[in-house]
């Protein structure tokens, strides 16, 4: 579904979406069938299927929706939901009021990120942001690229959120959480507020993103992960976690502005060079951990 440029550029940011103001355009633009234009990509992580599709042949900077036919779902009836408008190509849109960005934050998202004064609302927002699924290779992007490409994995989700936090007098702090060689590690943003730790967290599972700031330490932080923290096989792997790595001690602002798909892959390298803790002891491990059922 093509929308006009003119009915999508203006709107509302109300509860961490964007709300385009389409008016009266609404009941006369047509949906479109595009099977010819569409590869269906997928891949089975475990007991999840996370699929993708990729759309070819669309007008860069032009505004569209997506929906799919849906079959034995009572739920959706015939159609899934619309997708939100989006801008083709974008690596110059700003999901914040579906207008054009560049290599600086908008007048918008500054505003935004003003009015995101606690980690609560910070990760209300960040819950908003489709994840990064890499679908083409592997990328780290910076905070800016994330936001421009309106997605983000677990890192890029961190560096941005450390980033908000940054400019409401919270460190801007990352953490790794380490996991045997059966996982994948993850990325959080720890914070403090009255003497305890939190952290925020992008994730693809509900159950490894923010933790309230209740912790009294960064291992006690962690552990609190610990249960949830499995691959496909119900194992759990989490076995390690980092001292945190202070972005703004780095001396540059790669991972918050830099342009294109490399702004944080230094932050990367240096926090898995970071000292790491041990859980647990290697023969406690090795007695055997129950997994999920």
């Avoid at 830099?258 to 898995?272: K, M, N, P, T, Y």
Wanted: hydrophobic share 35%; proline share 4%; net charge negative.
């Amino acid at each position: 579904r093509v929308l006009p440029a003119g009915g999508t550029r203006s709107g509302r940011y109300s509860g961490g979406t964007v709300v385009p103001d389409l008016g009266d355009l609404e009941d006369s633009l047509k949906w479109v069938p595009i099977l010819n234009q569409v590869s269906v990509l997928g891949r089975d992580v475990g007991t999840v299927c996370y699929c993708a599709w990729l759309v070819y042949g669309l007008c860069k900077d032009r505004f569209y929706r997506f929906r799919v036919r849906v079959s034995n779902c009572a739920s959706y009836g015939e159609w899934s939901r619309p997708s939100r408008p989006f801008c083709a190509g974008g690596f110059c849109y700003s999901p914040v009021g579906n207008s054009v960005g560049g290599d600086g934050w908008t007048p918008e998202e500054e505003a935004l990120f003003a009015s995101l004064d606690t980690p609560n609302k910070i990760q209300d927002y960040l819950d908003t942001i489709p994840m990064n699924q890499e679908v083409n290779c592997d990328v780290s992007l910076s905070a800016l690229e994330s936001v421009r490409q309106n997605h983000a994995h677990c890192l890029e989700g961190a560096c941005l959120g450390a980033h908000i936090l940054s400019l409401h007098g919270y460190g801007a702090l990352l953490m790794d959480l380490r996991a045997s060689a059966k996982d994948d590690d993850h990325i959080v943003t720890p914070f403090k507020k009255n003497g305890r730790f939190g952290c925020l967290s992008v994730s693809n599972h509900e159950s490894l993103r923010f933790r309230n700031p209740v912790y009294r330490s960064l291992r006690e932080l962690t552990m609190s992960y610990f249960d949830d923290y499995m691959n496909g096989d119900g194992q759990r792997t989490l076995r390690c976690y980092s001292l945190p790595l202070d972005l703004q001690a780095r001396g540059n602002s790669d991972w918050i502005l830099e342009r294109g798909l490399e702004g944080s892959r230094a932050v990367a390298v240096e926090i898995d060079e970071v000292r790491h803790f041990m859980l647990f002891e290697k023969r406690e491990i090795k007695t055997g951990l129950r997994p999920a059922d």
